[in-house]
Protein backbone atom coordinates (compact mmCIF):
# COMPACT_ATOMS: atom_id res chain seq x y z
CA UNK A 1 0.00 0.00 0.00
CA UNK A 2 1.47 3.51 -0.81
CA UNK A 3 2.47 5.53 2.11
CA UNK A 4 0.69 9.13 2.27
CA UNK A 5 2.46 12.23 4.22
CA UNK A 6 0.12 14.54 5.44
CA UNK A 7 0.42 17.73 7.67
CA UNK A 8 -0.06 17.31 11.86
CA UNK A 9 -2.10 20.12 12.18
CA UNK A 10 -3.91 22.80 10.62
CA UNK A 11 -5.67 25.96 11.40
CA UNK A 12 -8.40 28.05 9.78
CA UNK A 13 -11.37 30.34 10.38
CA UNK A 14 -14.71 30.21 9.86
CA UNK A 15 -16.06 31.32 6.06
CA UNK A 16 -12.93 30.13 4.35
CA UNK A 17 -11.77 27.69 2.09
CA UNK A 18 -9.15 24.67 3.78
CA UNK A 19 -6.99 22.74 1.52
CA UNK A 20 -5.25 20.05 2.85
CA UNK A 21 -2.45 18.05 0.94
CA UNK A 22 -1.39 14.56 1.23
CA UNK A 23 1.80 13.24 -0.61
CA UNK A 24 1.48 9.72 -2.17
CA UNK A 25 5.02 9.62 -4.40
CA UNK A 26 4.75 5.96 -4.73
CA UNK A 27 0.61 5.77 -5.54
CA UNK A 28 0.38 2.61 -8.12
CA UNK A 29 -1.33 2.94 -11.30
CA UNK A 30 -4.30 1.53 -9.97
CA UNK A 31 -4.56 3.37 -6.71
CA UNK A 32 -7.43 5.25 -5.97
CA UNK A 33 -7.09 8.28 -3.23
CA UNK A 34 -9.94 8.07 -0.61
CA UNK A 35 -10.34 10.47 2.54
CA UNK A 36 -12.30 10.26 5.58
CA UNK A 37 -13.55 12.50 8.37
CA UNK A 38 -13.34 11.52 12.18
CA UNK A 39 -15.24 13.30 14.63
CA UNK A 40 -14.05 13.06 18.73
CA UNK A 41 -15.56 9.40 19.89
CA UNK A 42 -16.88 8.87 16.65
CA UNK A 43 -15.73 6.81 13.77
CA UNK A 44 -13.69 7.96 10.45
CA UNK A 45 -16.87 8.75 7.47
CA UNK A 46 -15.96 9.09 4.06
CA UNK A 47 -15.75 12.23 2.41
CA UNK A 48 -14.87 11.13 -0.86
CA UNK A 49 -12.68 9.37 -3.65
CA UNK A 50 -10.80 10.09 -6.74
CA UNK A 51 -8.49 8.63 -9.13
CA UNK A 52 -7.66 12.06 -10.97
CA UNK A 53 -8.04 15.35 -11.85
CA UNK A 54 -11.50 16.87 -9.96
CA UNK A 55 -13.94 15.04 -8.10
CA UNK A 56 -16.82 17.15 -6.18
CA UNK A 57 -19.56 16.50 -3.80
CA UNK A 58 -21.91 17.99 -1.80
CA UNK A 59 -19.21 17.89 1.22
CA UNK A 60 -15.91 18.70 -0.51
CA UNK A 61 -13.76 18.65 -3.84
CA UNK A 62 -10.70 16.69 -4.49
CA UNK A 63 -7.97 18.09 -7.05
CA UNK A 64 -5.62 15.06 -7.86
CA UNK A 65 -2.84 16.37 -10.65
CA UNK A 66 -1.49 14.77 -13.54
CA UNK A 67 1.35 12.87 -11.61
CA UNK A 68 -0.95 11.97 -9.15
CA UNK A 69 1.64 11.98 -6.37
CA UNK A 70 -0.63 14.39 -4.55
CA UNK A 71 -3.84 15.47 -3.90
CA UNK A 72 -6.15 18.28 -2.28
CA UNK A 73 -8.81 17.95 0.13
CA UNK A 74 -10.48 21.35 -0.38
CA UNK A 75 -13.50 22.61 2.26
CA UNK A 76 -15.19 25.21 1.15
CA UNK A 77 -16.39 27.70 3.30
CA UNK A 78 -15.53 25.65 6.81
CA UNK A 79 -18.03 26.05 9.48
CA UNK A 80 -16.91 25.42 13.24
CA UNK A 81 -18.20 21.66 12.81
CA UNK A 82 -15.67 21.11 10.28
CA UNK A 83 -13.16 21.39 13.31
CA UNK A 84 -11.72 17.20 13.03
CA UNK A 85 -8.99 15.10 12.06
CA UNK A 86 -8.65 14.24 8.23
CA UNK A 87 -7.17 10.92 6.66
CA UNK A 88 -5.53 10.57 2.96
CA UNK A 89 -5.56 7.16 2.22
CA UNK A 90 -4.62 5.31 -1.47
CA UNK A 91 -5.47 1.96 -2.37
CA UNK A 92 -6.91 -0.46 -4.97
CA UNK A 93 -9.91 -2.88 -4.39
CA UNK A 94 -8.18 -5.28 -6.97
CA UNK A 95 -4.97 -5.45 -5.02
CA UNK A 96 -4.78 -8.72 -2.96
CA UNK A 97 -3.40 -6.41 -0.25
CA UNK A 98 -6.03 -3.83 -0.37
CA UNK A 99 -8.25 -5.82 2.24
CA UNK A 100 -5.41 -4.38 4.81
CA UNK A 101 -6.71 -0.67 5.06
CA UNK A 102 -4.21 1.18 7.77
CA UNK A 103 -4.60 4.90 8.79
CA UNK A 104 -2.69 7.23 9.20
CA UNK A 105 -2.06 9.96 11.61
CA UNK A 106 -4.23 12.37 9.58
CA UNK A 107 -4.06 16.06 9.55
CA UNK A 108 -5.97 17.63 12.89
CA UNK A 109 -7.84 20.95 11.43
CA UNK A 110 -9.11 23.18 14.03
CA UNK A 111 -11.82 26.04 12.81
CA UNK A 112 -11.74 28.80 15.12
CA UNK A 113 -14.76 31.53 14.87
CA UNK B 1 -29.43 0.24 2.92
CA UNK B 2 -27.04 -1.29 4.58
CA UNK B 3 -26.07 -0.94 8.34
CA UNK B 4 -23.77 -1.79 11.13
CA UNK B 5 -24.31 -2.61 14.51
CA UNK B 6 -21.58 -2.66 17.13
CA UNK B 7 -22.23 -3.54 21.13
CA UNK B 8 -21.89 -2.66 23.81
CA UNK B 9 -21.75 1.01 23.67
CA UNK B 10 -18.85 1.90 27.11
CA UNK B 11 -17.74 -0.61 29.18
CA UNK B 12 -15.47 -0.98 32.37
CA UNK B 13 -13.50 -3.83 33.14
CA UNK B 14 -11.27 -4.82 35.79
CA UNK B 15 -7.42 -5.99 34.57
CA UNK B 16 -7.32 -9.94 34.06
CA UNK B 17 -11.20 -9.98 32.82
CA UNK B 18 -12.54 -11.01 29.68
CA UNK B 19 -14.16 -9.32 27.08
CA UNK B 20 -16.73 -9.66 23.98
CA UNK B 21 -17.16 -7.15 21.35
CA UNK B 22 -20.03 -7.64 18.71
CA UNK B 23 -20.15 -6.09 15.30
CA UNK B 24 -22.76 -7.64 13.03
CA UNK B 25 -23.56 -5.72 9.75
CA UNK B 26 -27.13 -5.39 7.94
CA UNK B 27 -27.70 -5.18 4.18
CA UNK B 28 -24.73 -7.02 2.55
CA UNK B 29 -23.06 -10.11 1.92
CA UNK B 30 -20.02 -10.99 2.02
CA UNK B 31 -18.58 -7.80 3.57
CA UNK B 32 -14.45 -7.12 4.29
CA UNK B 33 -14.69 -6.84 8.19
CA UNK B 34 -12.33 -4.99 10.59
CA UNK B 35 -11.38 -4.54 13.74
CA UNK B 36 -9.74 -0.98 15.08
CA UNK B 37 -9.00 0.81 17.96
CA UNK B 38 -7.96 4.10 19.09
CA UNK B 39 -6.06 5.19 22.15
CA UNK B 40 -7.00 8.45 23.85
CA UNK B 41 -5.34 11.14 21.40
CA UNK B 42 -4.11 8.39 19.09
CA UNK B 43 -4.44 7.13 15.65
CA UNK B 44 -6.51 3.97 14.52
CA UNK B 45 -4.39 0.93 14.89
CA UNK B 46 -5.51 -2.00 13.00
CA UNK B 47 -6.38 -4.83 15.06
CA UNK B 48 -7.68 -7.62 12.79
CA UNK B 49 -9.38 -8.15 9.26
CA UNK B 50 -11.60 -10.38 7.51
CA UNK B 51 -12.17 -11.23 3.99
CA UNK B 52 -14.67 -14.26 4.74
CA UNK B 53 -15.84 -16.71 7.70
CA UNK B 54 -12.99 -17.79 9.11
CA UNK B 55 -10.42 -16.08 6.91
CA UNK B 56 -8.95 -13.80 9.48
CA UNK B 57 -5.74 -11.24 9.70
CA UNK B 58 -4.34 -10.35 12.91
CA UNK B 59 -1.98 -7.50 13.19
CA UNK B 60 -1.29 -6.98 16.88
CA UNK B 61 -1.16 -7.91 20.06
CA UNK B 62 -1.77 -11.59 21.31
CA UNK B 63 -4.26 -10.73 23.82
CA UNK B 64 -6.52 -10.19 21.53
CA UNK B 65 -8.54 -12.36 19.17
CA UNK B 66 -11.27 -11.90 16.40
CA UNK B 67 -13.90 -14.26 15.17
CA UNK B 68 -16.06 -14.51 12.65
CA UNK B 69 -18.71 -17.07 13.22
CA UNK B 70 -21.40 -16.00 9.89
CA UNK B 71 -20.89 -13.89 7.23
CA UNK B 72 -21.93 -10.76 8.87
CA UNK B 73 -20.89 -11.43 12.47
CA UNK B 74 -17.81 -9.87 13.84
CA UNK B 75 -16.31 -10.72 17.34
CA UNK B 76 -13.58 -9.39 19.31
CA UNK B 77 -12.87 -11.33 22.57
CA UNK B 78 -9.71 -11.29 25.42
CA UNK B 79 -9.22 -13.99 28.04
CA UNK B 80 -7.82 -11.79 30.25
CA UNK B 81 -7.34 -7.50 29.60
CA UNK B 82 -4.65 -5.42 30.12
CA UNK B 83 -4.84 -1.48 31.79
CA UNK B 84 -3.10 -1.07 27.54
CA UNK B 85 -6.67 -2.59 26.20
CA UNK B 86 -8.37 0.27 27.37
CA UNK B 87 -9.38 2.76 24.10
CA UNK B 88 -11.92 3.02 21.82
CA UNK B 89 -12.82 -0.07 19.78
CA UNK B 90 -14.38 0.28 16.16
CA UNK B 91 -16.08 -2.35 14.11
CA UNK B 92 -15.90 -1.45 10.07
CA UNK B 93 -16.92 -3.18 6.71
CA UNK B 94 -15.81 -2.50 3.38
CA UNK B 95 -18.36 -1.41 0.61
CA UNK B 96 -16.43 -0.69 -3.04
CA UNK B 97 -17.25 3.17 -4.80
CA UNK B 98 -15.69 4.12 -7.57
CA UNK B 99 -16.42 4.21 -11.15
CA UNK B 100 -16.67 0.90 -13.27
CA UNK B 101 -16.68 -2.59 -12.71
CA UNK B 102 -13.32 -3.16 -11.45
CA UNK B 103 -11.93 0.27 -10.69
CA UNK B 104 -11.93 1.50 -7.43
CA UNK B 105 -10.87 1.63 -3.25
CA UNK B 106 -12.47 0.04 -0.21
CA UNK B 107 -14.21 2.41 1.50
CA UNK B 108 -15.13 2.00 5.14
CA UNK B 109 -17.92 2.55 6.63
CA UNK B 110 -17.86 2.40 10.73
CA UNK B 111 -20.12 1.49 13.72
CA UNK B 112 -20.89 4.07 16.66
CA UNK B 113 -17.94 2.43 18.54
CA UNK B 114 -17.26 1.11 21.55
CA UNK B 115 -15.49 2.56 24.16
CA UNK B 116 -13.55 0.01 26.98
CA UNK B 117 -12.00 1.29 29.77
CA UNK B 118 -9.44 -1.40 31.64
CA UNK B 119 -9.04 -0.38 35.65
Known amino acids: LAKTTQPISMDSYEGQEVNITCSHN???????ITWYQQFPSQGPRFIIQ???TKVTNEVASLFIPADRKSSTLSLPRVSLSDTAVYYC??????????????FGSGTRLSIRP | SQTIHQWPATLVQPVGSPLSLECTVE??????LYWYRQAAGRGLQLLFY??????ISSEVPQNLSASRPQDRQFILSSKKLLLSDSGFYLC??????????????????FGAGSRLTVL
Open chain 2, 92 to 109: AWASYRGQGVQAGANVLT
Open chain 1, 26 to 32: NIATNDY
Open chain 1, 50 to 52: GYK
Open chain 1, 89 to 102: LVGDKSDSSASKII
Open chain 2, 27 to 32: GTSNPN
Open chain 2, 50 to 55: SIGIDQ
